[in-house]
């Protein structure tokens, strides 16, 4: 019997397997930030033991930091203590830090494959659910706790439990105004937020091999909400052809090396799969959120579900809770709904193509007078690039308020807050009570939805824009 | 880590779906630096209104003086989202030492296990049947036959929890020493590897 891509690279980094018990899992590339990394550092001083491979950590701040003047001190103390915090940690851990006014600096899932620190065929982890967005290049890759933090310091291997597999196949071109965001937001309210716990997913089919890079990383960003460990794409030329002359990608006859091993990485034609789902592409509408958890989306044209049609009881309870929330209705159409904010940015969607997108979109209009509208790119290089390519001439233009790097309102762990009861169209990736601050009403979309919002003031099928 | 053998205690209900880790542990509190103090910021959102401890919420189950115990029972789909530890921390932190659901998300499973709070995953009949008991009602669960019951009605259940985090848990050894005590079969690994 073949081998599933995933079966391949996992096999290649099990150092051992513990009889009835995880396997140790050998991590060949580790992200951390400041949020879930203290802990972690303290953990092993206290234990006395140094950094295993400490070459193989990169650090950045990402999730505190503000995202105007982050030239200044950071005003909030607790976010300063904590920044300034993993600067001493890597500093004396020997860590490479891209920290705030570092060139490289952004948010983690931003930076790893921009600077060809992502690579096929690795194995990566970092504190942080969102780390599946590195599966995009063919890698296993998948968020851990602090104590697994603790364990990469201690021994560059974590202890797991082998996921099953799971394949998603999508087949078929698109419905114009359509992105990859609309895919990932489509399949989750299709299998629901916890349709692939327990599962590695695959990505696969001509509609995926179709996609760039960047929209592949915004499918794969979302697998955990899901619940899946993680997500995966086969790579491929397009792969190959991203990676190659970044920063850290291999050079000359390494990379001729590399070559040769990544265009192994497939699954085999005969390789099975614990679970598999087929997708028609056509099928697929600009899909939104409604909801308290990703799970909860629509087309962008359809209506909520009536609560009276849904039999399981506990699904019921969920979304009338959810309808509270949110201060929508059963059966309700959201077109044509107000919205005060407009969130562009966040891991799965602050890279230089989802903000070519939504230029080209926005060039010669103006935004609504009701809503406020960020956008935060995912790093420096892409502000960077933003300006290179006089993006920023259009969003300024637009009325479009452009910021430095970070999280931001993705987590409202910084300043950057949606106030309570108001509603956000956002390309980010969790729809949660109070995620984009206390009583925040968010609604999951893509850029493009987003944009449209933007401009109209008002929840808009983007297909009547374009 | 404290090992942990035998749970027999009241449980505080949440009957909720898809309790995500924003819920458990809202984002504003990730900026601490150390494990500690969690536990009064456990579920906040949902326990006070407008974030002021003076306005608690009385129909939030952690508010209910008629609730106590070191169990918490939830609907499917516990712990999902964030991949924070901080969740689990602040469930350790409040006391409780065992959370019993349907169904766990998988980064909080391993994050529970890896602070000493037992994930106890039981069908979906039993766990409407848990939460059909009064407020009196106690559970008990055993690690080393892997089993809950509820006491009063003798019902239980077996759970599932792999031989080597069974040995963690009832020894309380960590999975950290675990890993430094192969730091050679680690580097025979990438030597080979490379
Ligand atoms: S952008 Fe949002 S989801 Fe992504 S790493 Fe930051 S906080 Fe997490």
């Known amino acids: 019997m073949g081998k599933t891509l995933f079966d391949k690279i996992w096999d290649k980094h099990v150092v051992e397997k513990i009889p009835d018990g995880p396997s140790v899992l050998y991590i060949d590339k580790h992200l951390i930030h400041e949020v879930t990394s203290p802990q972690a550092f303290k953990g092993i001083e206290q234990r006395g033991v140094p950094l295993f491979r400490p070459k193989q950590t990169i650090a950045t701040a990402d999730h505190n930091v503000p995202t105007i003047n982050q030239h200044l001190p950071i005003r909030d103390e607790l976010s300063r203590m904590q920044v300034e915090q993993l600067i001493n940690n890597c500093s004396k851990h020997g860590v490479e830090l891209y920290g705030l006014g570092h060139p490289y600096q952004g948010i983690v899932h931003v930076i790893g494959p921009e600077l060809g620190i992502t690579q096929p065929g690795m194995t990566m982890v970092c504190g942080d659910s969102h780390t599946s967005t590195h599966g995009a290049f063919g890698t296993i890759a998948f968020g851990i706790g602090t104590s697994e933090v603790e364990m990469v310091f201690a021994s560059q291997c974590v202890l797991q439990t082998k996921p099953k597999t799971m394949r998603i196949n999508i087949e078929g071109e698109l419905q114009k105004g359509v992105v990859s965001k609309d895919i990932i937001l489509y399949i989750i309210a299709k299998i629901s937020a916890s349709g692939a716990t327990g599962f590695f997913v695959e990505y696969a089919g001509s509609t995926i091999r179709s996609l760039s890079m960047e929209a592949r990383m915004t499918i794969c960003n979302m697998s955990i909400e899901m619940g899946a460990r993680g997500g995966m794409i086969a790579p491929d030329e397009t792969t190959f052809e991203y990676v190659k002359g970044r920063p850290f990608a291999p050079k000359g006859n390494a990379w001729d090396k590399k070559l040769t091993e990544w265009k192994e990485l497939y699954s085999d034609a005969d390789a099975i799969f614990d679970s598999e789902i087929n997708i028609n592409a056509a099928e697929i509408p600009p899909m939104i959120t409604y909801g308290t958890n990703p799970g909860l989306g629509i087309a962008v044209n359809g209506h909520i579900p009536v609560l009276e049609h849904i039999s399981d009881e506990g699904e019921k309870k969920n979304i009338e809770k959810a309808l509270q929330y949110m201060g929508l209705n059963s059966g309700a159409s959201l077109i044509g709904m107000p919205v005060q904010h407009v969130f562009i940015g966040s891991c799965t969607n602050s890279r230089i193509e989802d903000l070519r997108e939504v230029a080209a979109l926005v060039k010669g209009r103006k935004k609504s007078d009701a809503v406020k509208v960020m956008i935060v790119p995912g790093s420096q290089q892409v502000a960077k690039q933003v300006h290179a390519e006089g993006l920023d001439r259009i969003f300024a233009e637009a009325g479009f308020q452009i910021r430095q790097a970070g999280c931001s309102a993705c987590l409202g762990m910084n300043e950057d807050k949606v106030p309570a009861g108001e509603y956000c169209i956002s390309t980010s990736n969790r729809n949660f009570e109070g995620r984009q601050g206390a009583g925040a009403r968010t609604l999951l979309a893509s850029p493009l939805t987003a944009a449209a919002a933007a401009i109209t003031g008002v929840v808009t099928d983007i297909r009547e824009l374009i | ?194």
Not at chain 2, 122 to 134: A, D, R, T, Y
């Open chain 2, 1 to 194: 880590m404290k090992a942990l053998q035998k749970i027999q205690s009241r449980f505080v209900p949440i009957p909720m779906e898809n309790i995500d880790t924003d819920q458990i542990i809202p984002a504003r509190f990730l900026k601490a630096t150390t494990r500690d103090g969690f536990g009064k910021n456990l579920f906040r959102d949902w326990r006070y209104e407008n974030d002021s401890e003076a306005n608690p919420k009385t129909d939030f189950a952690l508010n209910n003086p008629l609730y106590s115990g070191e169990i918490l029972v939830a609907g499917k789909n516990f712990g999902c989202g964030s991949s924070r530890e901080h969740a689990a921390w602040a469930i350790l932190d409040y006391g409780f030492n065992a959370v019993v659901s349907s169904f766990f998300a998988d980064i909080f499973k391993n994050n529970a296990l890896n602070n000493g709070v037992l994930p106890v995953t039981v069908s979906e009949s039993f766990l409407q049947k848990i939460f059909e008991q009064g407020n009196e009602a106690t559970l008990s669960i055993d690690v080393e036959s892997q089993t809950i019951r509820i006491d009063a009605t003798g019902e239980q259940e077996s759970f599932e929890l792999n031989s080597y985090k069974k040995t963690c848990l009832l020894n309380g050894y960590d999975d950290i020493d675990f890993l430094l005590s192969r730091r050679e079969a680690i580097t025979k690994f990438e030597k080979e590897s490379a």
